[in-house]
């Protein structure tokens, strides 16, 4: 039978509805220095530079083709796809856990028929009662913030996966461009070969003329065909890389190489490349809010610390309220009479008294987990402390060893012009012009290795400072909005 009341006991109880148990947060002192040792800004003119990470990829990659293998790789590439995503299915865990500090109210319908015997009678009779109404089950009344401990938690695991998003977003952009330098060095470490292979097979054959007529002895015929075959090998050796960093990039892309930009290639050398805009690097502690992955990690110990009030809460009685409102009567036509209304509410508590030490081992657990958060998130600042100081650190020695690397390749390129016409007056052994050639062809393709060790030094600083996470992705657009608290 359902019994009237008054709504007051539950609005009294919601108003009680609040308490927390979550410990006060408070962001971990960064363990890094104050200051990079080789200051703040990696070269002079950064001075005035905008930050990376205000300053979109648009803005610092100038090349169109690079514009638009990372606008591709930034719709189509799988792995970002997989972290927008997880960013759905955090959110939509969010929603679930958000909504138990609601009541779950269904509408329901019985019918019974129950057989009746009479006191001193052999004959039974039935009873019938029917029932339509509303009711509610269990629904528990969060006064010690068990229930909003569980949702703060779920809502910063959801901030942490928007923000994991942004990392990889971060590590995308900076790979994509990273592999089309890659190719670049390729396609001209290729024309060098390829350069050197027809040099020396013009010499081998002079040599091997020379030989034929007794000018010159076998050794030096010898000597020419090793040098030929060891440029054939190195040749046959970076076509193969070519072939490889193209499909690290095609994976990168998600899609195959577009063809204006494969047609492009050939003729391309590093130093057309446009160059990147120079970066300041500012302090330590600004990368607390310029990097995603350290941001991703704050979520993370934020999240941890709202476990350890649920787990605290857990020792406090639970207290359940059963709710039901509707119409009941022995009749079916008698449902919805006058009379036959009325609600019932049925509170309940249950206070832990033994569990084996469940919610001790629990607490223990939450505190391990905000202690093990609060490594990570520490580690997190080191790494990207560890990235830019790299950086910076490399940036002064690369540009003073390419300059170095030109000069000494000025040099060599004159040495041998010099040594092939002693050779040919016969001033000069076989021997020096062999040694002048293969040193030239190792500087020739050292000095390509050093422009773009210096080009990816300046991605990595532009992706040690969070640049490239300013332009959200079309995919991302569907999950960027901020979760209803």
Known sequence: MINRCTPVALAAALLMAGCSFIPT????????????????????DAAGAQAAATLPWQDYFTDPRLQQLISAALVHNRDLQVAVLNIEQARAQYQITR?????????????????????????????????????????????FGRIGSLKEQALAQYLATEEGMRAAQVSLVSAVANAWYTLLADEELLAISRRTLETREASIALTKLS??????SELDYRQAVSLTEAARATLAQQQRQRALDENALV???????PTDVRASLEGTRLYQVPALAPLPAGLPSDLLVQRPDI????QALKGANANIGAARAAFFPRIALTAQAGTVSS?????????????????????????????SANLDAAQVGRRIAVAQYEKAIQTAFREVSDALDSQATLQEQGRAQNAQLEAETVRLKLSDLRYRNGVASFLDLMDAQRSLFALEQSAVQVRLAQLQNQLLLYKALGGGSTQPTPLASTASGAAAR
């Open 295 to 298: 941001r991703q990690a704050e």
């Open 211 to 216: 030989f034929d007529a007794g000018v010159t």
């Open 251 to 257: 994976l990168l892309l998600g899609q195959p190489l």
């Open 331 to 359: 009749e079916l036509s008698g449902l919805f009479k006058s009379g036959s209304w009325g609600f019932s509410l049925a509170p309940s508590a249950m206070l832990p008294i033994f569990d084996a030490g469940r919610n």
């Open 99 to 143: 909504a138990d500090q609601f009541p779950t109210i269904n509408a329901g319908a019985t019918a019974t028929r129950a057989p009746s015997v009479a006191a001193g009678s052999n004959s039974a009779s039935y009873n019938n009662s029917y029932s339509v109404g509303f009711m509610t089950s269990a629904w528990e009344l969060d006064f």
């Open 25 to 44: 947060y408070e962001r971990p002192a960064a363990p890094v220095p104050e200051a990079y040792r080789s200051g703040s800004t990696p070269q002079g």
